[in-house]
């Protein structure tokens, strides 16, 4: 039997460029701040400007500098330019064939402070060169939606490993994600979300559906979480070659967040007859009413109802029946519940507004009978600078596991990515994807 874990929610394992941005300002903890001389999103900039970024603090100039991308469906990288660091503090990237004339240009700081080895706050932005908007990038999308959509979307993340009250996620700790899907009378050449802390940040697209954008964040700082994305009103601009569409969104303060999730029968669930149905409950959501929505997840085996489908789970549920036969003898499987508050509002026109604030507790179900070997374990997904594609395998000593990959995760056939007998623990490791996608699942030999 192939035991296999997949990240599901927002921080599924999976690379793209189109997201490497999204992914990237995950490591705005970094101590350093970073000023470029061309504001983020300019327009109409020289071909032949020198692009200068001034730090605050000293950075390492032996290890990384910039990365220059001309933003498309998807950035292509653009290499034909040197970069010079002037002192310690500032560094000028000169193109040696002039920047792509009329062209959105996206750049991306690799380097890091000596203080803390981390990338700096202000890590990634865009310009356009020339007088428009890039040429080179598709307005169209390959949906039928009738209504944009406009999402934001803020989750604490919990870990329960015994009957006591849950801890945050050392992992992820606080997310943040913000998600706009066009209608499909709705042309863009790319889309800026503007936080309510006053950054602009450019959305990520998606290759494989071009009219969905997306945003992610994460730190394990709730004073960093709630400087970068407090609550107040979050701007989305969409843009085309024929002009600007701007949409507020208010995420307000008085929306409060969850309580903790916890399982109220953390023991049971460590023995469970997997031939039988099996009741996992809960303490009661504090505040929980019809209007809220509670979700549990086990893996990518199975969930129950997802929010608005026929017997999907309210505030005010306290358990719910994993089906008999749904879990293997002998395993072990990871589950996540979510409490969830929601506010969906529409014009009743061409637009929808969709907020929400999750927390979440991730916890292990076992099952009775067979082997007691734990399944592997992928987590903290991430980009290392000039190595590539990171995350960790969690396995027991003596396990031989092998990490498999595919491009799509519905679609295509998994291949070995490297076996590994494993030392008990967890391991980082790191591969450069061979396309723009990658899917990862692990299983013991």
């Given at each position: 039997m192939i035991k296999?874990?997949?990240v599901r929610g927002w921080f599924l394992l999976a690379t793209a460029a189109s997201l490497w941005l999204a992914s990237h300002p995950v490591n705005v903890a970094a101590q350093a701040l970073a000023t470029c001389n061309i504001a983020n999103m300019a327009s109409g900039v020289s071909p032949t400007t020198a692009v200068v970024f001034t730090f605050d603090e000293n950075m390492n100039t032996t290890s990384g500098s910039a990365d220059f991308?001309?933003?498309?469906?998807?950035?292509?990288?653009?290499?034909s330019f040197t970069a010079v660091w002037n002192?310690?503090?500032?560094?000028?990237?000169?193109?040696?064939?002039?920047?792509?004339?009329?062209?959105?240009?996206?750049?991306?700081?690799?380097?890091?402070?000596?203080?803390?080895?981390?990338?700096?706050?202000?890590?990634?932005?865009?310009?356009?060169?020339?007088?428009?908007?890039?040429?080179?990038?598709?307005?169209?999308?390959?949906?039928t939606n009738r209504f944009t959509t406009y999402s934001l979307g803020r989750a604490y993340h919990y870990v329960q490993t015994g009957p006591a009250t849950p801890t945050l996620d050392t992992d992820i700790g606080y997310t943040f994600f913000g998600g706009c899907i066009l209608a499909s009378n709705r042309p863009a050449t790319n889309v800026v979300l503007t936080l309510a802390s006053s950054q602009a940040v450019p959305m990520m697209r998606n290759n494989l559906q071009l009219e969905n954008f997306s945003f992610a964040?994460?730190?394990?700082?709730?004073?960093?979480?709630?400087?970068?994305?407090?609550?107040?009103?979050?701007?989305?601009?969409?843009r085309s070659n024929g002009g600007t569409l701007t949409a507020p969104v208010n995420f307000p303060a008085s929306f409060l967040q969850p309580g903790i999730p916890q399982v109220a029968n953390y023991a049971a669930a460590q023995a469970i007859n997997a031939s039988q149905p099996f009741t996992l409950s809960w303490s009661a959501f504090t505040g929980g009413t019809a209007a809220e929505f509670i979700q549990l997840e086990i893996d990518n085996l199975w969930h129950t109802p997802d929010a608005g489908q026929l017997g999907a789970l309210s505030g005010t549920s306290t358990q719910a029946v994993i089906p008999a036969n749904t879990l293997a003898r002998g395993s072990n499987y990871q589950a996540t519940l979510w409490f969830t508050r929601m506010q969906v509002t529409s014009n009743g026109v061409d637009s929808v507004t969709n907020i929400s604030r999750s927390s979440i507790t991730r916890f292990n179900l076992t099952t009775a009978g067979g082997s007691s070997t734990n399944a592997p374990v992928l987590s903290r997904p991430g980009w290392v600078p000039g190595r590539g594609f990171a995350f960790d395998l969690t396995g027991t000593a003596g396990q031989v596991i092998t990490v498999e990959q595919r491009l799509l995760l519905t679609q295509g056939t998994w291949s070995v990515l490297f076996s590994t007998n494993h030392p008990g623990g967890t391991l980082r490791f790191t591969n450069t994807p061979t396309g723009n996608f990658q899917f990862l699942r692990a299983r013991v030999n």
């Open positions: 296999q874990t997949l991308y001309t933003y498309g469906g998807a950035p292509a990288p653009f290499t002192n310690a503090r500032q560094l000028t990237c000169t193109p040696t064939t002039a920047w792509p004339a009329n062209t959105m240009m996206l750049w991306m700081l690799t380097c890091v402070d000596l203080a803390s080895e981390m990338e700096p706050i202000n890590s990634g932005g865009l310009f356009t060169t020339g007088s428009g908007g890039g040429t080179v990038v598709p307005e169209t999308g390959t949906g964040f994460y730190t394990n700082n709730l004073s960093l979480y709630d400087l970068i994305v407090p609550a107040g009103v979050y701007t989305f601009s969409v």
